[in-house]
């Protein structure tokens, strides 16, 4: 008997994409940032866990992005002087980094409420601080739960925490 293919990798990679377009309507927003190859490979750049996932047997089924950069362009982008995209493309590419910008935070519905957001955050967080003496987080709040995750990630650092409006 021939063994199925697994079609669940893709099948949850293709629900992580579908979840993101539809939460950050990223697609019908240019000033936003759009996760292409070219976007992830410059975030790894800038440090290598501005991306993280968790995995299972089936493909990812959480994943977070961090910005780590300047706190003069955190600066902007909270007055609204840069949007999304502008303070990722004026972001230093080999630069001391002080301020970091909880990007996004997405996990598939039935993997909700255990903490796998904020556990990735934190990782990241805490790997990206051995390098960079980050003082401040930063973000542009889609949902309460991101507002939440967010100030939990801010106390657990004993970081001062800003949102645009």
């Known amino acids: 008997m021939k063994a199925k293919p697994n079609?669940?990798?893709?099948?949850?990679?293709?629900?992580?994409?579908?979840?993101?377009?539809?939460?950050?309507?990223?697609?019908?927003?240019?000033?936003?940032?759009?996760?292409?190859?070219?976007t992830m490979e410059r975030l790894r750049n800038l440090h290598p866990n501005t991306l993280t996932e968790k995995r299972n047997k089936d493909g990812p089924i959480a994943w977070i992005a961090l910005i780590p950069t300047t706190r003069n362009l955190m600066k902007q982008f909270l007055a609204g002087?840069?949007?999304?995209r502008e303070l990722f493309d004026l972001t230093p590419q080999r630069g001391k980094y002080d301020a970091l910008y909880l990007c996004s935070a997405l996990v598939l519905p039935e993997h909700r409420g255990k903490g796998l957001a904020w556990r990735l955050t934190c990782k990241?967080?805490?790997?990206?601080?051995?390098?960079?003496?980050?003082?401040?987080?930063?973000?542009?709040?889609?949902?309460?739960?991101?507002?939440?995750?967010?100030?939990?990630i801010a106390e657990e650092f004993d970081l001062p925490l800003y949102q645009r409006q």
Not at 12 to 20: S, V
Not at 139 to 149: H, I, P, Q, Y
Request: net charge positive; charged share 30%; no cysteine.
């Open 81 to 84: 002087k840069i949007n999304e």
């Open 7 to 38: 079609n669940m990798a893709k099948t949850n990679l293709e629900r992580m994409i579908k979840l993101a377009d539809e939460f950050f309507a990223m697609k019908n927003d240019p000033s936003q940032i759009s996760m292409t190859p070219e």
């Open 124 to 152: 990241a967080i805490a790997s990206i601080r051995k390098q960079h003496p980050i003082k401040y987080l930063f973000l542009w709040a889609f949902s309460e739960e991101g507002k939440k995750l967010a100030a939990s």
